[in-house]
């Protein structure tokens, strides 16, 4: 339903100070010509020593901010102000409701509320371990061998399980958003949610993204895992059987291999070199909805830049190995996110995991809106003339 914006916000406001039924809101995206101070926003209620607070976290491009707010006036000033501020979309699920937001270019709000079939049970609390994504009882954490038969980490797999965590918090912010924005549709159990894992592993993601959209968010799911090897293949589906899980998996390359339906969500996590881009032109052909890639090692730029010339006056960046290489690992992330931009994808390069675990933690994050930016391609023209690089991507992706 289409509105002025001063009644569209009505509603979301209303739910939103409804501490008693709100689970969560997530607020994204910019209007037209604007910049919010925030790429994205998270609220909901906590339960606190000091009493019911909103808890807001907020993100920059490098990492999160959080705060807790009293309810009552300064709730409701912390509120105000992040309404005030000119995101495109909100979405906001309460314990029986969902209602979207969005700020069309015409400057009207589009909302559209939708009922759940069941309520959910709203968790307000504040203690870390219980607001787990995916909590380590659930069982694919035991069939996976993350967690033991009393349903805790292992101590020595915890570093895989926080990558789970972070991933499905990536996972959900991305599906989030292009959801609000109207780029991804609602799906049914008769018509799930498409999900592909290309160069899926051992899926521990690949499951993870399958109980979170469809037991946590409640959204009808079905995942394909695809990795060249068999062992991988076999090993996948007898979890996914063991479990009961709406999971299938096939042995292919991530060029070649065939799905039975185009997926809406490619998922491509450390594919090794230009494995990444062969996914990200997968996701490209398939108009995918969705992307999230995380790129493992980074060779064909970095050779490339061995082979060229530098440009002047930028000798000083490729003279020394490793500057070379962390250029290169720059070089080729920027490269793909303006190649996707010029695809009609909104693209955010962020942190994966933080930089302790693993130096190969940055995602990409794509969302196709179809729109594409004025200049991206003299941009990008502009700087692989002066490299004299040929991304593997814009290869693939063809004139
Ligand atoms: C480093 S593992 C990552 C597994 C998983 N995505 C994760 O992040 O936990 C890379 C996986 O991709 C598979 N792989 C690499 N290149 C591939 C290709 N071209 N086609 C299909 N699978 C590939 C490998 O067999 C391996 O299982």
Redesign the pocket.
Known sequence: MSADLPAGFETVRAALLDDAALVRAVAGGRRRGTQPRWRRVELRYVDLKAGRHLQVTSYDATQAHTANHAVGPDGAAALDALLAEPFATWHVDTAEHTHQLRVTKRGEALVHTTSRTAPVAVARDHDREKQRLLPPGDPIFAALGLAGGDGRIKPSRMAKYRQVEEFLRLLDATVTEARAGGHLRRPTAEDPLRVV??????A??TFAAQRFLGEVRGLPVAVTG????QQ?REHNSAVATGLGLDATFVVG???DAVLEQEPEVVLA????DT?TD?ALARAVGWRASVVLAAP?CHHDIAAQLRRADTPAPYGELTRHGILRERLADTLTDGLRASLLRQEGYRVDVVQFVESQHTPRNTMLRAVRTGAVPDGVRDEYDGLVGAWGLEPRLATLLGP
């Open positions: 894992d290309l160069g899926c592993g051992n521990y993601l695809v990795d060249v090897k991988s390359t991530i060029a996590l450390h594919a090794c494995a062969e493992c």
